[in-house]
């Protein structure tokens, strides 16, 4: 069987397109690589963190709960804070002396600058001493034990 030349014109003309459709195929799958990896390192730091994302309802409690206040850090909501340590969000506010409607969503870092604008850490302060006394006032539950790092 002879190869016509318009048959050889038409597999010339294919290759590029083949070679381009491999190439983004490729590129498509680093970024696919890529993405995941970084989904599942956030992912772990936040599970790390013993705040629980994904919880079936809101007032689910962790298995576990952090014991050491040296873990709060400025971008937690008094939300987290409160799940993360098995303190009531109320006593939370209540200690710093604020509304929860206006501000359940705000960081730490923003309710200190909207308490005490000067005093850096005033926030978190407040509350590892309000968790410590709560702490020691409440005993944890039997279900929940203590997280240490």
């Known amino acids: 069987m002879e190869e016509k030349p318009e048959d050889s014109i038409v597999l010339k ?4 397109t083949r070679i381009w459709i491999i190439i983004l195929l490729a590129i498509g799958a680093g970024m696919v690589i890529l993405f995941g990896l970084r ?4 992912y772990r730091r936040i599970h790390e963190a013993g705040v629980r994302p994904f919880a079936l309802h809101p007032d689910r409690r962790s298995p576990h709960v952090a014991t050491d206040v ?4 400025p971008w937690m909501t008094v939300p987290q804070v409160a ?6 969000e109320d006593y939370l506010f209540q200690v710093l002396n604020i509304s929860p409607a206006e501000n359940r969503h705000k960081s730490l870092q923003i309710i200190n600058r909207e308490i005490k604008p000067g005093v850096k850490g005033y926030v978190i302060e ?10 020691r006032e409440h005993s944890l539950p039997e279900h929940a034990p203590a997280i240490t790092p």
């Open 39 to 42: 989904s599942l390192h956030s």
């Open 13 to 16: 003309s294919r290759e590029p």
């Open 126 to 135: 407040k509350l590892k001493q309000a968790i410590l006394q709560f702490q």
């Open 70 to 73: 040296e873990e709060l850090r």
């Open 83 to 88: 799940k993360m340590y098995a303190v009531p």
